[in-house]
């Protein structure tokens, strides 16, 4: 399956394609994978997510799904690449992973059915839908702090085109232990379904990226912790979570909190009637 990667290559960003363990791009120069430096491989004008797709996920909230797919929006700005650091801001604590595959438009798409949405999607690529859960009790409703702050949506490593979403094995990895391990075939909604839906009244246009839902585990992370997505047949894309270098302002707008909404969703909807408690910091 064709994979393309953007790298900034001498100052520059290139479209490259990978051959074996270097990048190539069209003027020939090439690369060690290992050595680049990656950027999102795609420019998106837009990032759309699925709330909950993955039956383990609902499950695990003890809830039921509504008849039809609810959204959130991820501003640009929150864009993040393979090997990126996830900035968890000094004064917060409920950073969490949340592992996801991520469809990529092709071209423009509006006011299409899900049995033609395939020919609108360019291909698909890894995706972490972090959220800081800090902020949950403030922006609830739309999720902007949320999810949507900067670097807390890593895409990559590279765009795959020509792969079949059906029946693929998605894992998170935090420090090299397996913390979330689903399937494709688990979610209610497939990558045309939703799509179809969003492009009803929204325009999407080339590049713009669908976040299509997580597995059940969603769990937070530390600075200095190493997390890795790895979706079968599109790569593992690796990040490492780094504090903010100065903390949350304090002169202006909701603070951070710590309610029972925001240790449930943090540590899985059911913490305490588990018995687990929020871990030390």
Same mark, same amino acid.
């Given at each position: 399956?064709?994979?393309?990667?953007?790298?900034?290559?001498?100052? /520059?960003?290139?479209?490259?394609?990978? #051959?074996?363990?270097?990048?190539? %791009? &069209?003027?020939?120069? *090439? @690369? =060690?994978?290992? +050595?680049?430096?990656?950027?999102?491989?795609?420019?998106?004008?837009?990032?759309?997510?699925?709330?909950?797709?993955?039956?383990?996920?609902?499950?695990?909230?003890?809830?039921?799904?509504?008849?039809?797919?609810?959204?959130?929006?991820?501003?640009?700005?929150?864009?993040?690449?393979?090997?990126?650091?996830?900035?968890?801001?000094?004064?917060?604590?409920?950073?969490?992973?949340?592992?996801?595959?991520?469809?990529?438009?092709?071209?423009?798409?509006?006011?299409?059915?899900?049995?033609?949405?395939?020919?609108?999607?360019?291909?698909?690529?890894? /995706?972490?839908?972090?959220?800081?859960? #800090?902020?949950?009790?403030?922006? %609830? &409703?739309?999720?902007? *702090? @949320? =999810?949507?702050? +900067?670097?807390?949506?890593?895409?990559?490593?590279?765009?795959?085109?020509?792969?079949?979403?059906?029946?693929?094995?998605?894992?998170?990895?935090?420090?090299?232990?397996?913390?979330?391990?689903?399937?494709?075939?688990?979610?209610?909604?497939?990558?045309?379904?939703?799509?179809?839906?969003?492009?009803?009244?929204?325009?999407?246009?080339?590049?713009?990226?669908?976040?299509?839902?997580?597995?059940?585990?969603?769990?937070?992370?530390?600075?200095?912790?190493?997390?890795?997505?790895?979706?079968?047949?599109?790569?593992?894309?690796?990040?490492?979570?780094?504090?903010?270098?100065?903390?949350?302002?304090?002169?202006?707008?909701?603070?951070?909190?710590?309610?029972?909404?925001?240790?449930?969703?943090?540590?899985?909807?059911?913490?305490?009637?588990?018995?687990?408690?929020?871990?030390?910091?």
């Amino acid at each position: 399956m064709p994979e393309y990667r953007r790298i900034l290559l001498d100052g /520059a960003a290139v479209q490259v394609t990978v #051959d074996d363990d270097e990048l190539v %791009a &069209g003027d020939g120069r *090439r @690369v =060690k994978i290992e +050595d680049a430096q990656h950027l999102p491989p795609v420019v998106p004008s837009k990032v759309i997510a699925v709330h909950l797709n993955h039956r383990s996920r609902v499950d695990e909230f003890r809830i039921d799904l509504p008849g039809t797919p609810t959204y959130f929006h991820k501003p640009t700005s929150a864009l993040n690449s393979h090997k990126g650091a996830v900035v968890r801001p000094e004064g917060c604590k409920w950073l969490n992973y949340e592992g996801e595959v991520a469809i990529v438009i092709g071209k423009t798409a509006r006011n299409v059915s899900p049995a033609e949405a395939g020919e609108y999607i360019a291909g698909y690529t890894v /995706a972490n839908d972090y959220g800081l859960h #800090d902020f949950r009790d403030t922006d %609830a &409703g739309s999720m902007l *702090r @949320v =999810k949507g702050s +900067d670097t807390l949506c890593p895409l990559g490593p590279g765009l795959v085109t020509d792969w079949d979403f059906r029946g693929k094995s998605l894992r998170t990895y935090v420090n090299g232990k397996v913390v979330q391990d689903g399937t494709t075939d688990e979610m209610k909604w497939d990558m045309h379904y939703l799509v179809a839906d969003i492009a009803r009244t929204i325009t999407l246009y080339p590049g713009d990226v669908l976040l299509s839902g997580t597995p059940a585990n969603s769990r937070p992370v530390q600075p200095g912790d190493v997390v890795e997505v790895e979706v079968e047949g599109l790569g593992r894309l690796t990040n490492h979570i780094v504090t903010g270098p100065t903390p949350i302002r304090t002169d202006v707008g909701a603070q951070p909190t710590e309610s029972e909404e925001v240790l449930s969703t943090a540590l899985g909807g059911d913490w305490e009637f588990r018995g687990i408690r929020p871990p030390k910091r």
